[in-house]
């Protein structure tokens, strides 16, 4: 069974540019959430994708904003980046919502810098 | 809307100890609480999950406890090793398929 892999591992870009982080979610899941993690805190949810759709959104900008692809894998784009944007990104997918059990698997993350 | 805490936010204890970390969550309407762990820099690792009729979970030297009416869940460590070294998360869901709401967390440190 592969888990939830993001790529790339770490990243650094310059206030302003635009940044597209990837996650392939875990095999038999259908749901992927992101989450921005800044130093010494916990993760904050951004959104989730179900079914190539958002589903649910967090209290974050339009200019972060997101894909889901039929093969169930996501991207998350962040334009006009800010320097508050430096964070670990975390990718987390989720089985079908069947039955009472719900749990989201987290990838390694993403971390992003910004000068 | 749901907010989390978490105490200790650190805690650093000499290694054979047996430790409590706490979580409080103030809506008691939830669907499961998951306790993670998280090594520096690294992504989550889920360590145990209790659904919201279950009252605690256990896995090896790990515990957790569930107090849905009182909003409160207890992560207990037995004979606590340096490899235990790590920040604890706790994060509650409060309906299947949406968002996790995390704590802070509370960085542990084992000291050999």
């Known amino acids: 069974e592969t888990g939830v892999t993001q790529s790339p591992t770490h990243l650094i870009k310059t206030r302003g540019q635009q940044v597209t982080l990837r996650c392939s979610s875990q095999s038999g899941h259908n749901t992927v959430s992101w989450y921005q993690q800044a130093l010494g805190q916990g993760p904050q949810f951004i959104f989730q994708?179900?079914?190539?759709?958002?589903?649910g959104r967090g209290n974050f900008p339009p200019r972060f904003s997101g894909l889901q692809f039929p093969n169930y894998s996501s991207e998350l784009n962040v334009n006009a980046l800010e320097l508050d944007d430096s964070a670990l990104y975390l990718c987390?997918?989720?089985?079908?919502?069947?039955?009472?059990?719900?749990?989201?698997?987290f990838g390694p993350g993403t971390r992003l810098t910004v000068l | 809307k749901q907010e989390v805490t978490q105490i200790p936010a650190a805690l650093s204890v000499p290694e054979g100890e047996n430790l409590v970390l706490n979580c409080s969550f103030t809506d008691s309407a939830i669907y499961n609480l998951q306790w993670f762990r998280q090594d520096p820099g690294k992504g989550l690792t889920s360590l145990l999950l209790i659904q919201s009729s279950q009252r605690e979970q256990t896995s090896g030297r790990l515990n957790a406890s569930l107090d849905k009416s009182s909003g409160r869940s207890t992560l207990y460590i037995a004979a606590s090793q340096p490899g235990d070294s790590a920040t604890y998360l706790c994060a509650v869901l409060r309906s299947s398929g949406s968002r996790l709401t995390f704590g802070e967390g509370t960085q542990l440190t084992v000291n050999p």
């Open positions: 994708y179900y079914r190539e759709e958002e589903n």
């Open positions: 987390a997918s989720s089985p079908p919502r069947t039955g009472s059990y719900n749990k989201q698997v």
